[in-house]
Nanobody, 120 residues
Framework: QVQLVESGGGLVQAGGSLRLSCAAS????????MGWYRQAPGKQRELVAIITSGGSTNYADSVKGRFTISRGNAKNTVYLQMNSLKPEDTAVYYCNADVRLFAGPRVDYWGQGTQVTVSS
């Protein structure tokens, strides 16, 4: 199986920065894409940013110019640098990985979530 372990959430004032990290481990043959999603109370989970194995990125309009997604040298880690944070960025942030297992199947995995709270 595959595990995604996230870190880096916390409490920050508006205008501040946080960096989220996510490391994937387990029976991974390759990772097609990794991304970050978030879910605020009473709202649906939404895409924040995604990066493919080729390095292409895509961002939600609400975070463009403020957040940057990147992958580590090992390619099984993903980071989300969040700058100029706003109270509306408050949510639980989830790491996602589109994984090709050694056994063959392509499976979607999720991390446990990390809380980001931005105070005004």
């Amino acid at each position: 199986q595959v595990q995604l372990v996230e870190s880096g959430g916390g409490l920050v004032q508006a205008g501040g920065s946080l960096r989220l990290s996510c490391a994937a481990s387990g029976s991974i043959f390759s990772i097609n894409a990794m991304g970050w999603y978030r879910q605020a109370p009473g709202k649906q989970r939404e895409l924040v940013a995604i990066i493919t194995s080729g390095g292409s990125t895509n961002y939600a309009d609400s975070v463009k110019g403020r957040f940057t997604i990147s992958r580590g040298n090992a390619k099984n880690t993903v980071y989300l640098q969040m700058n100029s944070l706003k109270p509306e960025d408050t949510a639980v942030y989830y790491c996602n990985a589109d994984v090709r297992l050694f056994a063959g199947p392509r499976v979607d995995y999720w991390g446990q979530g990390t809380q980001v709270t931005v105070s005004s």
